[in-house]
């Protein structure tokens, strides 16, 4: 942990706490886990807090058993997944949604799992190939451990477009276009309409406790939804002033309809009359604070096919997918997108990416992006991201979390895969040729 605190101890906490929260827990387990400082650098938080770390044990575990007692990986893993309606016993978070079996055989069918599972079952030669897969499931945001809240801000512009203002944080994710896809749902508007505020500025923004466990979509989802709602209410009470003979007003096309649908004044009309009637004017506005005192688990699964360079010790991906349970998607575009990042560092995770320190003095030997070997275009197969749809109830729009998901299930499927290729279990990461060697040197392949 280094010598400071940071995350250390959530995270770890985290860790274990991740291994009861994917399969079903038949007998009741118990875990322990320490924080050690060290003269080493301090760690904090990263994607997926704590969960790749225990992911890569619980599933190259799933691997091993599966290999000793002669069963399918796939099949022994789909006989033991958490069932919906699970409740974790120490933090009351409940399965709300799963897919996750419908992951499993949907990633199967892509990457021919039955076809090169028999295929590769008996090898021999210098290059070999494998094909392996792991699952996970993830926590939406951190109740009931630690505080979820979030507010929102919505504001009529005088062209009867929304200002949205938010304490959530676009850094890169597509937040914003969600975000505002959010909002136009709740008011009934295009999204164009909806112009978002995209810097924040802790002087005026609405509260939100940062952008952090996969949370924003689904913490301030049910925000945004909460005040869009609220801000259609009023604009619909305004309209009832001006049509008071009116029933069953709607806003439909940027227009505010009455029961028949028929058309009765532009929501750019309404937005003039508010701001300048002689009668009437108003400022229509709405704020509010979703307090979240909800969580749900996210799923997936990463099914890999390598090609194993045994007196090397060199590993190539040939193909690899990831397939997600993340609830109703809101922007299946960007859902992608998410995925294809995650799995790229995963990649990274599984094959080049480690710290290397000076034994003496705890000093880092390789703190620079040429040494460091993180992964570059060059280093990927053709990365693909499937999803299975559910529709959890907790969530906003039927939404749970997405962002650090992908990363957590690619190292252990690319573990599994070399362990089918070459019969070798390596259970640490990252699976370097030096390291490789030594492990097929120890089982007899070199």
Known sequence: QGGYASHGHSIVANAVTGFRQLYLDRIGHHSTAYTVYTNRPAPGAMRGYGIPQCNFAVECMMDDIA????WDPKAFRLANLMPLGYVDPF?????????LAECIEKGADFIGWVELREKYKEQSGPVRRGVGMACFSYKTGVYPISLETASARLVLNQDGTVQLHLGATEIGQGGDTVFSQMAAQAIGIPTEDVHIVSFQ??????????????RQTYVTGKA???????????????AAELFPDASGLDIRERQVVDGA???LISLADLAMNAFYSLEHSVHITAEDTNHCKENTFAFGCCFAEVEVD???GKVRVLRIVNVHDSGKLINPALAEAQVHGG???????????????DPKTGRLLNGNLLDYKMPTSMDHPDLTALFVETDDPSGPFGNKALGEPPTIPVAPAIRNAVLQATGVAVNTLPLSPQKLVEEFTRGGLI
């Not at 500025?201 to 996969?214: E, L, M, Q």
């Not at 945004?224 to 305004?238: C, M, N, P, S, T």
């Not at 799995?343 to 320190?357: C, D, H, P, V």
């Open 67 to 70: 290999r000793e007692r002669g």
């Open 91 to 99: 933090n009351g978070i409940t399965c709300h949604s799963t897919g």
């Open 201 to 214: 500025d802790t002087d005026t923004a609405p509260f939100d406790t940062g952008a952090y466990a996969s």
């Open 224 to 238: 945004i939804k909460k005040v869009g709602e609220e801000f259609r209410e009023k604009l619909l009470a305004y």
């Open 261 to 263: 649908g028929e058309a």
């Open 310 to 312: 045994i007196p090397v």
């Open 343 to 357: 799995m790229s560092m995963g990649i990274g995770y599984a094959l080049t990416e480690e710290m290397k320190f």
